[in-house]
């Protein structure tokens, strides 16, 4: 991490530097938001764009810190997690392609669920 320590955030055609990576982009989003030190945490996709190692090093960051601060909620939005990430997640909403609720509850539960509907 320390190699990008003093690296530009931007980049692009106008600049002579390069600027940090998107994976790298991402991270520092996400830790930005951490410093705020918010009662909710909100995520949008955060483990795209990046390879499946780092995506689920940030997932399991997440995890740990909604473990070990129980008055923080985060909130986590990933369409098709790689099932090593889909483990680390506690409560689902599945929606339908029409954006409509097909299930809320535990990740465990949701097997027997859609098992009930003959799938």
Known sequence: MMKVCDTQIG???????KGLSGGERKRLNIA??????????LL???TS???????????LLLNDLARREPKRTV?????SPPSRIFTL????????????LAYFGERSGVLPFV???GW
């Open 11 to 17: 980049g692009g055609e106008l600049y002579v530097t």
């Open 32 to 41: 930005t938001e951490l410093l705020a030190n918010p009662s909710i945490l």
């Open 44 to 46: 949008d996709e955060p």
């Open 49 to 59: 764009g990046l390879d499946s190692v780092m995506g689920e090093l940030i997932c």
């Open 75 to 79: 909130v986590v939005a990933v369409h």
């Open 89 to 100: 997640f506690s409560l689902l909403t599945v929606l339908t392609s029409n954006g409509e």
């Open 115 to 117: 098992e009930s509907l």
